[in-house]
């Protein structure tokens, strides 16, 4: 709890991935995939309830063993590579009684977000007298150098007007980084998004952001560990 306001935490982690197999269970480090984000949301300050959304029985072992709550077994149906997140946290706060003032989102593959980010991102939410906050992280290709193809195999830039030729001209753009979502809980029931209209952002640095999608992003978390050892 932060200045009288509760946190429920929901960490979505699902048996099944294409891009690398049985992937919350990989190896970073010493630590399963999974275990990285449990730990860090169990080490924050504000965090009144810990949940965890799985089908898969391995990752609830995982779970159980680091004494991280499985209030239920995930449904298959929302459990598919095509499932969306918004379905799951639905389903969450479906299958618990308590109710809390706000959701917190945890995805698995952003294991260098640590307690520290979140409990910053719950400060900086509740300071702001925000209702929904998500992490970013910068954009380091200015969008202005950035162009598409078209039919006709002729590149034209996804901004209009770009007439932009000195580097510290360019605008700082930002993208989601997938690390933490936060949402009040009547603002989500009533939009069932994690993003709502004055979503503030929570700016993280380029390493906390690594989210771990392909087999090379789990080889560059590895490296990085072993860079910092």
């Not at 932060?2 to 991935?17: D, E, Q, V």
């Not at 399963?32 to 609830?60: G, M, P």
């Not at 706000?102 to 007298?129: C, E, M, W, Y």
């Not at 939009?191 to 929570?202: D, K």
Request: include cysteine; proline fraction near 4%; aromatic fraction near 6%.
């Amino acid at each position: 709890m932060y200045r009288n306001k509760s946190f429920l935490a929901i960490i979505p982690a699902r048996g099944g991935s294409k891009s690398i197999p049985k992937k919350n269970l990989k190896k970073l480090g010493n630590k399963k995939l999974i275990e990285w984000t449990i730990q860090s949301a169990q080490k924050s300050k504000y965090i009144d309830r810990l949940i965890l959304s799985s089908d898969d029985k391995e990752i609830i072992k995982v779970a159980h063993k680091l004494n991280c709550e499985v209030p239920f077994k995930r449904p298959k149906k929302i459990s598919s590579d095509k499932s969306t997140t918004v379905e799951v946290i639905s389903h969450a706060i479906l299958n618990i009684t308590e109710s809390y003032d706000f959701v917190i989102v945890l995805q698995p593959t952003s294991p260098f977000r640590n307690h520290g980010h979140i409990d910053g991102a719950i400060k900086k939410l509740i300071k702001t007298k925000s209702k929904s906050l998500v992490s970013v992280k910068k954009i380091h290709t200015p969008v202005e150098l950035i162009y598409r193809i078209n039919k006709k195999n002729i590149i034209k830039p996804i901004l209009k007007n770009n007439n932009k030729t000195n580097r510290q001209d360019y605008e700082t753009f930002y993208m989601l980084n997938g690390a933490i979502y936060i949402i009040n809980s009547m603002l989500y029931k009533s939009n069932q998004s994690l993003i709502a209209n004055e979503t503030i952002p929570y700016i993280m640095d380029d390493k906390s952001s690594i989210d771990i999608d392909t087999p090379n992003d789990l080889k560059t978390a590895n490296f990085l560990l072993d860079k910092k050892k």
